[in-house]
T-cell receptor, first 119, second 112 residues
């Protein structure tokens, strides 16, 4: 019973191509996220969606377009791939937003990651 | 915006010793501070978290302390074991901010 799943696990492609990564959560959570982890292991938020609505876009190039068809899915489409896009992309979900209420915890659960390599 | 600094970047300890990882945050409005463990090739997984209304939290061999005045929080692992070897990330967020700001990570190596 996978909580947060992503496909594909590995993605190798040429510069200039367009690719998509899919994410699904079966936890009934309201909020989903995309994070990018570069070769130095820095984890950086890219997007947050709450109930299918975009909440956070952290100055990500508009070649990256997230789409949330429903609360359980958040896909990431990347146009015109560049060498610098090579990274591991993690999807995550949480019940509400980070730190949603003053005294409750709101854990973010991460997917297994998609390693994108742009040649 | 919020910035989280984490030290040290690498930490090597003998099995059975304690390990301490420290983080500082910039935004005094931050109120939620989770710690994640990431094993090689795996996803980050929450190991412990703390809210700003609490100064310390413990879960078996793992504890986190928070000093709101100084804006820093620390992870303490006692009686380390080789399976504790991983990259540890601290993070901070504000009430309903919908994002976690991560530190740069600490690679912990526990030598048998």
């Amino acid at each position: 019973d996978t909580a947060v799943s992503q496909t594909p696990k590995y993605l190798v492609t040429q510069m200039g191509n367009d690719k998509s990564i899919k994410c699904e959560q079966n936890l009934g959570h309201d909020t989903m996220y995309w994070y990018k982890q570069d070769s130095k292991k820095f984890l950086k938020i890219m997007f947050s969606y709450n109930n299918k609505e975009l909440i956070i876009n952290e100055t990500v190039p508009n070649r990256f377009s997230p789409k949330s068809p429903d609360k359980a899915h958040l896909n990431l489409h990347i146009n015109s791939l560049e060498l610098g896009d090579s990274a591991v992309y993690f999807c995550a979900s949480s019940q509400y937003g980070a730190g949603a209420t003053k005294y409750s915890t709101d854990t973010q659960y991460f997917g297994p990651g998609t390693r994108l390599t742009v040649l | 915006g919020e910035n989280v600094e984490q030290h040290p970047s690498t930490l090597s300890v003998q099995e059975g010793d304690s390990a301490v990882i420290k983080c500082t945050y910039s935004d005094s409005a931050s109120n939620y501070f989770p710690w994640y463990k990431q094993e090689l090739g795996k996803r980050p997984q929450l190991i412990i978290d703390i809210r700003s209304n609490v100064g310390e939290k413990k879960d078996q061999r793992i504890a986190v302390t928070l000093n709101k005045t100084a804006k820093h929080f620390s992870l303490h692992i006692t009686e380390t074991q080789p399976e504790d070897s991983a990259v540890y990330f601290c993070a901070a967020s504000m009430y309903s901010s919908y994002k976690l700001i991560f530190g740069s990570g600490t690679r912990l190596l526990v030598r048998p």
